[in-house]
């Protein structure tokens, strides 16, 4: 790890926070490795006070968790964990479809086309993050459309979770059916029908089926 001086000015806790999301996105840091953290606030140039605040949060996301008298760990992200992410996700994006389908127009519904598009452009792109970002971006088009903001952070925070271990490989399978839900959905909006559109959102989209390969 670099010895790295952060600018004093700035919040450093969020600063922290983003330097240790991407040493864990990059396998810089992989899942089980342990943080030591007067070690990291030397190399980092700061006090533990912004770390620990950071490492806070990241154990509140789950990325780490933090072990009195034993340190702080990486956490693992295994099958069990990612359905129930899945179930979560499935629930509250249901919810929000109902809240905000008055809201969905035309031109939600083209900017959801032109992602699964370029999604689907994507599927054979070795950076996996790109096309992560796009499913992402696919959801938002409607999560930006909620009022219940605290709701809509807490389901951001479960997929940087979901899609922040690169041990993780959902592989080709999985982008594939991932295209053609997105497109699914995108017919039962255009038909004006909320409830099976959240249904399907709920029901098939984010109900986990193991990939080919973990």
């Known amino acids: 790890m670099d010895n790295?001086?952060?600018?004093?000015?700035?919040?450093?806790?969020?600063q922290i926070y983003n330097f240790f999301r991407v040493q864990i996105r990059n396998e810089v840091i992989k899942p089980g490795d342990p943080i030591a953290i007067k070690n990291v606030a030397l190399q980092l140039g700061?006090?533990?006070?912004?770390?620990r605040e950071a490492?806070?949060?990241?154990?509140?996301?789950?990325?780490?968790?933090?072990?009195?008298?034993r340190g702080v760990f990486i956490n693992k992200l295994g099958q069990k964990d990612?359905?129930?992410?899945?179930?979560i996700l499935g629930g509250l994006e249901s919810r929000v479809i109902i809240s905000v389908f008055d809201k969905?127009?035309?031109?939600?519904i083209t900017k959801m086309r032109q992602i699964d598009m370029e999604m689907q452009d994507k599927i054979l792109y070795r950076n996996v993050y790109k096309y992560y970002d796009l499913n992402i971006r696919f959801h938002d088009v409607f999560l930006d459309l909620s009022e219940n903001k605290d709701l809509v952070n807490y389901v951001r925070i479960q997929k940087?979770?979901?899609?922040?271990?690169?041990?993780i490989n959902y592989g080709k399978q999985?982008?594939?059916?991932n295209f053609r839900e997105?497109?699914?959905?995108?017919?039962?909006?255009?038909?004006?029908?909320?409830?099976?559109?959240?249904?399907?959102?709920?029901?098939?989209?984010?109900?986990?089926?193991p990939p080919e390969k973990m």
Do not use: C
């Open 174 to 177: 999985w982008k594939n059916k």
């Open 160 to 167: 940087q979770k979901l899609y922040g271990f690169t041990s």
């Open 55 to 69: 490492l806070l949060q990241l154990q509140s996301e789950g990325f780490v968790t933090i072990l009195p008298q």
């Open 4 to 14: 790295i001086k952060f600018n004093s000015y700035q919040l450093l806790r969020n």
């Open 182 to 209: 997105h497109e699914k959905f995108v017919q039962l909006l255009e038909k004006g029908n909320a409830l099976k559109a959240a249904n399907y959102m709920r029901d098939v989209h984010w109900i986990f089926k």
């Open 104 to 108: 969905i127009g035309k031109t939600e």
């Open 82 to 87: 990612i359905k129930n992410i899945y179930e």
């Open 46 to 51: 700061v006090s533990r006070t912004p770390l």
